[in-house]
């Protein structure tokens, strides 16, 4: 095969890796980052593949597509990884990334000609947006060691691209080199989504071992799983506010419209409140009318911010015939900050009052711990 080849091969095996990705998140929808995963790769794809359409007789038009692709690739890959961590890229280093390959290119393709200060400055804008979301993820607790593994990779993957121009210096051009790349941008999507993969099917091995792992109604957690996934000390796994909520008066629905109804109604609800939360959070139904979510990652304002989403969620909902019958369904709150040495149990004793309190209130209501220590807690 000629070096001008190796490009295609390289687009070939990302396409595959990405369908590999995409496969996963399709049987793992909540999975997000996956899907995220898979277009980076594809755009990564197109990037070599224009490469191997034109190689060294590249123009400046062709070099920009190559640019864009490249940093949309990126952009998308970065995504992936900091969702997984709760996070999110940050658009300021998006925008110096491109801003670095953009003057870059004008500079060195038009003003200086040089392909190894072109490969420089397009290799410090690509580790701008790669490795920015670095500093913040490596801070946080891992829930497991795929997530960490997954870290390790992604570094390697952004000092590797940072580093390619003096890799590959003084031969940058060579057959060797041709090859050296066509199988490292593979070799490093494949252990990417490898990591990614095993990350995800990683999560549900806590929940499997408790051999109670869905509520059969609701398809929800079940209470014992909710308990595996939180763990003993909730805050080493990231979960920083645990909510409980509990139907008002479902009992009266059951009674007027019977259990089938009733139990469409839990069917409804626990959809929304699964809907409603992101990748990573837990939800569960602890029994009755009774439900629980662990939220990571995230504080008080947002996490009452996400109760008032699915307060007005449930306004606009039908909930199997009962509004259409002049029966508005609602629900009541208990929200919990998740202290560094709180247990489990501490968490959810506190979230639990605040529910009580929050029902005793007049229902439809929510209770909020007040982060303030000794302030009293706040009811919506």
Request: some cysteine; overall charge neutral.
């Given at each position: 095969?000629?070096?001008?080849?190796?490009?295609?091969?390289?687009?070939?095996?990302?396409?595959?890796?990405?369908?590999?990705?995409?496969?996963?998140?399709?049987?793992?929808?909540?999975?997000?980052?996956?899907?995220?995963?898979?277009?980076?790769?594809?755009?990564?794809?197109?990037?070599?593949?224009?490469?191997?359409?034109?190689?060294?007789?590249?123009?400046?038009?062709?070099?920009?597509?190559?640019?864009?692709?490249?940093?949309?690739?990126?952009?998308?890959?970065?995504?992936?990884?900091?969702?997984?961590?709760?996070?999110?890229?940050?658009?300021?280093?998006?925008?110096?990334?491109?801003?670095?390959?953009?003057?870059?290119?004008?500079?060195?393709?038009?003003?200086?000609?040089?392909?190894?200060?072109?490969?420089?400055?397009?290799?410090?804008?690509?580790?701008?947006?790669?490795?920015?979301?670095?500093?913040?993820?490596?801070?946080?607790?891992?829930?497991?060691?795929?997530?960490?593994?997954?870290?390790?990779?992604?570094?390697?993957?952004?000092?590797?691209?940072?580093?390619?121009?003096?890799?590959?210096?003084?031969?940058?051009?060579s057959q060797v080199?041709?090859?050296?790349?066509?199988?490292?941008?593979?070799?490093?999507?494949?252990?990417?989504?490898?990591?990614?993969?095993?990350?995800?099917?990683?999560?549900?091995?806590?929940v499997l071992c408790?051999?109670?792992?869905?509520?059969?109604?609701?398809?929800?957690?079940?209470?014992?799983?909710?308990?595996?996934?939180?763990?003993?000390?909730?805050?080493?796994?990231?979960?920083?506010?645990?909510?409980?909520?509990?139907?008002?008066?479902?009992?009266?629905?059951?009674?007027?419209?019977?259990?089938?109804?009733?139990?469409?109604?839990?069917?409804?609800?626990?959809?929304?409140?699964?809907?409603?939360?992101?990748?990573?959070?837990?939800?569960?139904?602890?029994?009755?009318?009774?439900?629980?979510?662990?939220?990571?990652?995230?504080?008080?304002?947002?996490?009452?911010?996400?109760?008032?989403?699915?307060?007005?969620?449930?306004?606009?909902?039908?909930?199997?015939?009962?509004?259409?019958?002049?029966?508005?369904?609602?629900?009541?709150?208990?929200?919990?900050?998740?202290?560094?040495?709180?247990?489990?149990?501490?968490?959810?004793?506190?979230?639990?009052?605040?529910?009580?309190?929050a029902k005793d209130?007049?229902?439809?209501?929510?209770?909020?711990?007040?982060?303030?220590?000794?302030?009293?807690?706040?009811?919506?």
């Amino acid at each position: 095969m000629a070096p001008i080849y190796l490009p295609f091969a390289a687009s070939i095996l990302l396409a595959l890796m990405a369908a590999i990705s995409g496969i996963v998140w399709h049987y793992h929808r909540k999975h997000l980052n996956l899907l995220c995963l898979a277009g980076g790769l594809l755009l990564a794809g197109c990037a070599q593949a224009v490469y191997a359409l034109w190689g060294a007789q590249a123009g400046w038009g062709e070099h920009v597509h190559m640019g864009l692709l490249s940093g949309a690739a990126a952009v998308a890959v970065a995504q992936s990884v900091a969702m997984r961590f709760g996070r999110r890229v940050q658009v300021i280093w998006v925008a110096a990334g491109a801003g670095v390959m953009a003057v870059g290119a004008w500079y060195f393709m038009l003003i200086s000609p040089s392909a190894h200060g072109h490969w420089v400055v397009t290799a410090l804008g690509l580790a701008l947006i790669l490795g920015h979301i670095l500093p913040v993820t490596w801070s946080l607790a891992s829930r497991h060691r795929m997530e960490r593994m997954l870290l390790l990779v992604y570094t390697a993957i952004s000092a590797l691209v940072l580093c390619s121009p003096w890799l590959n210096a003084e031969a940058i051009s060579s057959q060797v080199a041709a090859w050296m790349w066509s199988l490292l941008i593979p070799l490093s999507g494949g252990l990417l989504v490898a990591a990614m993969v095993g990350c995800t099917l990683t999560d549900g091995l806590p929940v499997l071992c408790t051999g109670l792992d869905r509520d059969a109604l609701t398809g929800l957690l079940s209470r014992r799983a909710f308990d595996a996934v939180c763990g003993s000390h909730p805050a080493t796994q990231q979960i920083s506010v645990l909510v409980l909520c509990d139907l008002d008066n479902f009992q009266r629905i059951n009674n007027q419209f019977g259990t089938t109804v009733g139990n469409e109604v839990l069917r409804s609800f626990a959809q929304l409140l699964q809907s409603s939360v992101r990748e990573g959070d837990h939800v569960a139904r602890i029994g009755g009318e009774e439900f629980g979510m662990a939220l990571r990652d995230i504080d008080m304002d947002n996490a009452q911010a996400l109760i008032q989403r699915i307060t007005h969620s449930m306004r606009q909902q039908s909930w199997g015939g009962t509004v259409a019958n002049g029966e508005q369904l609602t629900a009541s709150f208990g929200l919990a900050m998740v202290r560094e040495n709180d247990s489990l149990q501490q968490a959810l004793h506190r979230a639990d009052v605040l529910l009580c309190q929050a029902k005793d209130a007049g229902s439809n209501r929510v209770g909020v711990e007040a982060v303030a220590a000794g302030s009293a807690p706040s009811f919506g």
